[in-house]
């Protein structure tokens, strides 16, 4: 297995009165995607932001690429190579989808042979590139979100459900995208309920219960073991086929 990239060390993250995270133990090995799996409630999306410091841990240590970076604010996280696409898409509705992508190429001006490697996956963001992005589809809304985490070489993307509400066309485009990110040395980290598009994608998983992971391995031993999904997630992937 890869060195890890990211490693998150008995993290907890309290929100008002709730205690999310009880001891997130996680490492997400360098170049490949991982999957963080788990019923709803069980603390994935608290995991997410935590890492990007939109909430943050109450104890324990974020590592990324050999840097505690529990204590630093979400802009700093970003420049260090991390870019997060959020369960609620959460794009710029009065902007356009090409102001969209202006907006997140921190680095300069847009690179727009990487622009148009982008269009290969998202076409629909090519023929909407001067719309306001509030009046797309909310499909065409997670392109342009997943397209603005990825206008720019990252380190490290974490995903919330990019599949949530999305046609099986677009589900199939976003697996070719993030294919290549791999094959790109992007290192990603995603939160997904269909079991089809991850199992076909992971590498690694781990399975989150009551703020705790419960367990970690790879994609292949837990998608080839019926009894422990169900024990771990009260499902199998067949019936998912």
Same mark, same amino acid.
């Given at each position: 297995? /890869?060195?890890?990239?990211?490693?998150?060390?008995?993290?907890?993250?309290?929100?008002?009165?709730?205690?999310?995270?009880?001891?997130?133990?996680?490492?997400?090995?360098?170049?490949?995607?991982?999957?963080?799996?788990?019923?709803?409630?069980?603390?994935?999306?608290?995991?997410? *932001?935590?890492?990007?410091? =939109?909430?943050?841990?109450?104890?324990?240590?974020?590592?990324?690429?050999?840097?505690?970076?529990?204590?630093?604010?979400?802009?700093?996280?970003?420049? =260090?190579?991390?870019?997060?696409?959020?369960? !609620?898409?959460?794009?710029? !509705?009065?902007? !356009?989808?090409?102001?969209?992508?202006?907006?997140?190429?921190?680095?300069?001006?847009?690179?727009?042979?990487?622009?148009?490697?982008?269009?290969?996956?998202?076409?629909?963001?090519?023929?909407?590139?001067?719309?306001?992005?509030?009046?797309? !589809?909310?499909?065409?809304?997670?392109?342009?979100?997943?397209?603005?985490?990825?206008?720019?070489? *990252?380190?490290?993307?974490?995903?919330?459900?990019?599949?949530?509400?999305?046609?099986?066309?677009?589900?199939?485009?976003?697996?070719?995208?993030? *294919?290549?990110?791999?094959?790109?040395?992007?290192?990603?980290?995603?939160?997904?309920?269909?079991?089809?598009?991850?199992?076909?994608?992971?590498?690694?998983?781990?399975?989150?219960?009551?703020? *705790?992971?419960?367990? /970690?391995?790879?994609?292949?031993?837990?998608?080839?073991?019926?009894?422990?999904?169900?024990?771990? =997630?009260? =499902?199998?992937?067949?019936?998912?086929?």
């Amino acid at each position: 297995m /890869a060195e890890p990239l990211l490693t998150l060390a008995g993290v907890h993250t309290h929100i008002g009165q709730y205690h999310i995270l009880q001891g997130v133990d996680l490492t997400v090995p360098r170049g490949g995607l991982s999957v963080l799996l788990g019923r709803n409630g069980a603390g994935k999306t608290t995991t997410l *932001r935590t890492i990007m410091g =939109l909430w943050k841990a109450s104890a324990g240590s974020i590592h990324f690429d050999g840097q505690d970076i529990s204590k630093l604010a979400t802009p700093d996280i970003a420049r =260090l190579g991390i870019a997060y696409v959020p369960e !609620s898409m959460a794009v710029f !509705s009065d902007l !356009s989808v090409r102001e969209n992508l202006h907006l997140a190429a921190r680095g300069g001006p847009m690179d727009m042979a990487r622009v148009e490697w982008i269009f290969g996956f998202f076409p629909a963001l090519k023929k909407f590139w001067n719309y306001p992005a509030g009046n797309l !589809s909310g499909g065409q809304k997670q392109m342009v979100a997943i397209a603005r985490a990825i206008v720019e070489p *990252r380190k490290l993307l974490l995903v919330d459900e990019p599949t949530k509400g999305l046609a099986p066309s677009i589900v199939q485009s976003l697996i070719a995208a993030f *294919r290549e990110l791999k094959e790109h040395e992007t290192t990603i980290l995603l939160v997904e309920q269909n079991f089809n598009f991850v199992r076909s994608l992971g590498d690694t998983v781990s399975v989150m219960d009551d703020g *705790r992971v419960a367990h /970690a391995g790879t994609m292949a031993a837990l998608a080839n073991d019926e009894a422990l999904q169900q024990r771990l =997630l009260g =499902l199998s992937l067949a019936a998912h086929q």
